[in-house]
């Protein structure tokens, strides 16, 4: 219940609203799965690790505003974070070297992917355009 109530007082804070766009990421967290559709046309369909137990992934529709090749993470012993896509304050998707946990709860709160994945979806992402890209997190 906890987790709910800390991720609707994110969503309410920092959410926007949905709109037709060129990209659209759309993360399950019941499925642990990444659909990733352009122009209406799904193109890949990937596993993800989002939130461990006692974490959060806010649950919104975002457009991210951030794109690094390569972030260390000031939060959490400067873990690498490659490909980071970032779409809420230091909420990311991101490359993983856990790939096994993939399809699983496993991180603080981040998206991780695959670090080929993630890479396809970050250039894909530089390519179409931040504001033309939507990243839609459900429960």
């Given amino acids: ?56 992934t806010p649950v919104g529709t975002y457009t991210p505003y951030l794109l690094k090749r390569m972030h ?11 490909w980071s896509i970032f779409f809420l304050g230091n909420y990311a998707i991101h490359g993983t070297t856990q790939v096994d946990r993939l399809g699983q709860p496993a991180s603080a709160g981040c998206i991780r992917l695959a670090p080929e994945n993630a890479e396809i979806l970050f250039e894909t992402v530089r390519e179409v355009g931040m504001d033309q890209t939507r990243i839609v997190v459900r429960e």
């Fill in 72 to 82: 260390y993470s000031t939060l959490y012993d400067n873990a690498p974070m490659p």
């Fill in 1 to 56: 219940m906890a987790r709910a109530w800390g991720c609707a007082a994110v969503l309410a804070l920092w959410g926007a609203g949905a709109q037709a766009q060129a990209l659209i990421v759309t993360v399950d967290l019941s499925e642990q799965r990444m659909e990733v559709a352009e122009g209406g046309e799904i193109t890949h369909d990937w596993p993800v690790s989002t939130a461990r137990a006692g974490k959060c």
